[in-house]
């Protein structure tokens, strides 16, 4: 009988194992153990200054919401909270930029705010509200989104409101600078739902994405001008790489029923057929030539995984992140394969409104 028990114990044992494995996400937990401090704090170490970003921590808090690690979420939110927006994300936008100002000192840097950052967090609040049902993080949510409206979106003649990247150094009397990887398609979408000036900004959103690539590749930043319109002079030498290689993955990432989508598939199509030709994406494009430099690091290629529609394109691109798997010195491109390879690996996706549908599963989704 003993022994009989024994069994029955090993065999659920083994069974709560393997709930526990289909529901965890080994990469994001390595990321964690290899980027994320005790208190919250995204750490990037490529920086002396040991820095932390406003980038760093709303991708971070985007993961733990796909993993639904919410005692990370909220270890994450309350560093940033309290560190970058002043003890209070409804009232500031978090400062961009944190770490060791001097010898004795641990600060804010810069406090001038990063715009892609504070769409990810205030959308990845209003979602942690709706998936966990938390309507503290969907009033803080809706708050930061307020003051994202009102301190960082212009409205531009001949080319309508606009999300410029940060809340100050962007926008001159007549000329304006954009980061087009700074608000994903499917995130300008979701928030069409809060009314002005988000229904249409969505619409302006696709115009820089789609008028600002002439041959089919995205620049990093690009200039808009009154009267002028973009600014894609051959001299300006616009490149696109670090920055631009998010376009492609959000995207890609965008649900096949999202109207715009086929579109602007159709427009980046050239950063496919460069990357197959090639075998590896490039790590820099001048956008007006078309002439690139260099490969990319492997990000890169995790990055391509839900932007490449031909299988075989894809899998040469898995098998380089699987082969190649970013250390524990490689922060931007770690993020960039948890996107890319989250996805890859079905472990969320986005509605056609935008919405995060992430695979938690009823054991996991039932753990909270």
Known sequence: MNALRWCVMATLILAAANVRAACSWPSWEQFKQDYISEGGRVIDPSDARKISTSEGQSYALFFALAANDRPMFDRLLNWTNNNLAQGDLRQHLPAWLWGKKDADTWAVIDTNSASDADIWIAWTLLEAGRLWKTPAYTDM??????????EEVVKVPGLGFMLLPGKVGFAEKNAWRFNPSYLPPQLASYFTRFGAPWTTLRETNLRLLLETA?????????????KKGWQLKPEKKLIGSYDAIRVYLWVGMMHDQDPQKARLLARFKPMATITAKTGLPPEKIDIISGKTTDNGPVGFSASLLPFLQNRDEQAVQRQRVADHFPGNDAYYSYVLTLFGQGWDQHRFRFTAKGELHPDWGQECASSH
């Open 214 to 226: 002439p041959k089919g590749f995205s620049p990093n930043w690009v200039e808009y001008q009154l």
């Open 141 to 150: 949510g809706q708050g930061l989104l307020k003051r994202i409206a009102s």
